[in-house]
């Protein structure tokens, strides 16, 4: 098993470009999440999806958007990147549907806006 | 006040010590508790998880919860070089929150 995966690992942007970040768990997860990680903040979730089918936003949605493209695939795009959408973002998933349940980390994007 | 608390460190320990690393919490609602592991440039990787008050045990680790004190604490017997890293504890409200961690450094 590959667990979580994701795409690509580094991404430079110019501010005002778009992305879309990929990822993909192969554990049969039904939940899906998306957080960004900046030095002194820790982990802030962006969006998650719950179940195939639903998305919701988290604590630092504004600037993103997300598709549960099916219960494998969770994308996060990134209309008009900005400098402050610097930052390293994860991808997780978890076994239960919900925000409380121990979740599984891919190995990260790192992406810079200039 | 944050929602989950940790002192940034770094805690330094020799090799062969008990390392403890501490978390408190400001919901008296939540109901689980997560300890994840985090080398640097690298992701979070789940070391622990524990419900009820008390000790867990899994290996060198163990876990201790006491809910009235609102307190999660991770010890790590005989520590290592490898086990320097940034340790996260999370917290389940109606939402998994994270500290911003602790970073461990485990010297020869």
């Known amino acids: 098993n590959a667990g979580v995966t994701q795409t690509p690992k580094f991404q430079v942007l110019k501010t005002g470009q778009s992305m879309t970040l990929q990822c993909a768990q192969d554990m049969n997860h039904n939940s899906m999440y998306w957080y960004r990680q900046d030095p002194g903040m820790g982990l802030r979730l962006i969006y998650y999806?719950?179940?195939?089918?639903?998305?919701d936003k988290g604590e630092v949605p504004n600037g993103y958007n997300v598709s549960r493209l099916n219960k494998r695939e969770f994308s996060l795009r990134l209309e008009s990147a900005a400098p402050s959408q610097t930052s390293v973002y994860f991808c997780?998933?978890?076994?239960?549907?919900?925000?409380?349940?121990?979740?599984?980390f891919g190995p990260g994007t790192r992406l810079t806006v200039t | 006040q944050k929602e989950v608390e940790q002192n940034s460190g770094p805690l330094s320990v020799p090799e062969g010590a008990i390392a403890s690393l501490n978390c408190t919490y400001s919901d008296r609602g939540s109901q689980s508790f997560f300890w994840y592991r985090q080398y640097s440039g690298k992701s979070p990787e789940l070391i622990m998880f524990?419900?009820?008050?008390g000790d867990k045990e899994d290996g060198r680790f163990t876990a201790q919860l006491n809910k009235a004190s609102q307190y999660v604490s991770l010890l790590i017997r005989d520590s290592q070089p490898s086990d320097s890293a940034t340790y996260l504890c999370?917290?389940?409200?109606?939402?998994?929150?994270f500290g911003t961690g602790t970073r461990l450094q485990v010297f020869p």
């Open positions: 999806s719950a179940s195939e089918g639903t998305t």
């Open positions: 524990i419900y009820s008050n």
């Open positions: 997780a998933s978890s076994t239960a549907s919900g925000l409380g349940y121990e979740q599984y």
């Open positions: 999370a917290v389940n409200t109606d939402k998994l929150i």
